[in-house]
């Protein structure tokens, strides 16, 4: 299967924004590659716009164990 591109936004509350979230994602899934394009963190929460480039399917399982750490993910309509 190609690679492709997704971007998506991340948004880190109750804490999550001083976790190293996509640091451990990226240990997890080590062929999924990010690219962060966009970040605003407060002490409350941190929002983040994220080029995401790998297998479609290793993105899906990268994004789901963000999920699973309690980040909110939002994935961008335009695939890219």
């Known amino acids: 299967m190609a690679e492709v591109a997704r971007r998506c936004w991340l948004t880190f509350e109750g804490g ?3 976790e190293p979230c996509l640091w451990k994602m990226s240990r997890q899934f080590p ?3 990010f690219d962060i394009r966009q970040a605003s963190v407060q002490s ?7 080029l995401f ?3 479609p ?3 899906d399982q990268a994004w789901a164990y963000l999920r ?3 980040v909110k ?7 890219g």
């Open 31 to 33: 062929g999924v590659l």
């Open 57 to 59: 399917d290793d993105i």
């Open 44 to 50: 409350e929460m941190g929002i983040m716009n994220v």
């Open 73 to 79: 993910v939002d994935p961008v309509d335009n695939g």
């Open 68 to 70: 699973e750490q309690g």
């Open 16 to 18: 999550k924004q001083n």
């Open 53 to 55: 480039q790998g297998e």
